[in-house]
């Protein structure tokens, strides 16, 4: 009988689909007789309630940044109550039980702590399948631990260790780092790249929001324009409509080395086009940089698990943090009286490259699908 696998995630920014998208590419290549699919519950099943939380999550952290903190830290290190998995599936996941048995998947993923929730909350209930947890961050929240997944496939040790200091079994956890597309970790010619992209081979920042084009893009983006004579600046607004758009309207950003971007495809590339890159920490963003070996600056991280990925990455040397505007001025001089700074990765950044395999989450899925984890699930 063919193999099913469902990956659930929610439309919540791009992360945590893509990570899905690349689970499902790498379980794909590894095994193409197992048939794989990424479905967004939220937009499937209730489109217009899951849109109206994510623009209201949207506008607190943006206007209300100290209150989501507090919201986010005060549970951060419980698991959800039933009554929350309770609310989530309501609002936003009825009716999954009729999707899952139309798929009749042998083994779920979740790659958003909601989609865990809804499956965790199914599996006390009594419907069987293997659950997977894939932690899209380099911190794990409580929202993400439940006692019903058979295992969990994280970014690092500190993770290992947060999950079991919530109570779940060392033996249910793998390090397996976060799946990217493997193409970031195939390294391509930088100056081809550039003729390619219709780049000037000159020192190039990019700057990025994630899939919603936050992290105080404007504000940095305005900064940078002392900068346009002296480097090539590329700002990728992601699926950000209204920002790319105010900055396609103001004739200051209408320069030879400014390059206005919105969602795009092979962000590989110009992640590998590019000499530094600026953004907030977002989980899969950061992977994928690292995974390129581009040297990697933080700014305004979303309050709660951004802060915590930031936190990480600067406390390992992998990446270094932008206080504020004023920094960005003292980071290019540094740049500018170095450019072995701009050539080379630190050694602790080389390591963690060096260890990062793309295809090992899909690689443990398609041995325990073939039952050789045989301590799982």
């Known amino acids: ?31 193409p007789s197992v048939h794989t699919q990424v479905l967004e519950v939220g937009q499937a099943l209730h489109p217009i309630t899951t849109n109206l939380i994510v623009n209201s999550y949207i506008k607190m952290i943006v206007h209300f940044p100290s209150l989501w903190r507090k919201i986010y830290f005060k549970t951060h290190n419980k698991p959800f109550s039933n009554w929350k998995k309770y609310v989530i599936h309501q609002l936003i996941h009825r ?13 779920i993923v979740c790659t958003h702590p909601f989609t865990s929730s809804t499956a965790s909350r199914l599996k006390k209930m009594g419907h069987k399948f293997t659950l997977c947890t894939m932690v899209t961050d380099f911190y794990v929240h409580g929202a993400w ?6 295992f969990y496939m994280v970014s690092n040790k500190d993770v290992y260790k947060q ?5 779940i079994p060392e033996h249910r956890i793998v390090v397996t780092g976060m799946p990217i597309n493997s193409n970031f970790c195939v390294r391509k010619n930088k100056q081809e790249l550039r003729k390619k992209l219709n780049l000037k081979d ?34 990728c607004t992601g699926n950000n409509r209204a920002l790319r758009s105010s900055f396609l309207k103001d004739e200051r950003f209408h320069h030879p080395n400014i390059r206005i971007l919105g969602f795009v495809d092979v962000i590989d590339e110009w992640m590998e086009a590019t000499d530094f890159l600026i953004t907030k920490p977002g989980g899969l963003t950061c992977f994928e940089a690292l995974a390129t070996g581009i040297p990697l600056y933080i700014y305004q991280p979303i309050p709660g698990h951004e802060e915590k990925n930031c936190d990480f990455l600067v406390n390992n040397e992998l990446a270094t943090k932008i206080d504020d505007i004023e920094s960005i001025n003292n980071i290019f001089e540094k740049l500018f009286d170095s450019s072995q700074e701009m050539d080379c990765l630190d050694k602790k950044r080389s390591e963690f490259q060096k260890g990062i395999d793309p295809l090992a989450g899909a690689d443990f899925i398609v041995k325990h699908l073939k039952g050789n984890n045989t301590g799982l699930g």
Do not use: C, F, Y
């Open 1 to 31: 009988m063919k193999k099913q696998v469902l990956i659930l995630s929610e439309a919540i920014g791009n992360g945590h689909t893509k990570a899905g998208e690349a689970l499902m590419q790498g379980i794909s290549h590894l095994s």
């Open 95 to 107: 009716h999954i039980e009729a999707l899952l048995e139309n798929e009749k998947p042998h083994l």
């Open 145 to 150: 631990a439940h006692s019903e997944v058979d």
């Open 163 to 167: 999950l079991i200091e919530m109570g």
């Open 202 to 235: 000159i020192p190039t920042l990019m700057i990025m929001g994630g899939g919603l084009g936050l992290g105080g893009m404007r504000q940095l983006a305005h900064a940078l324009l002392k900068w346009k004579e002296k480097i090539q600046v590329i700002i």
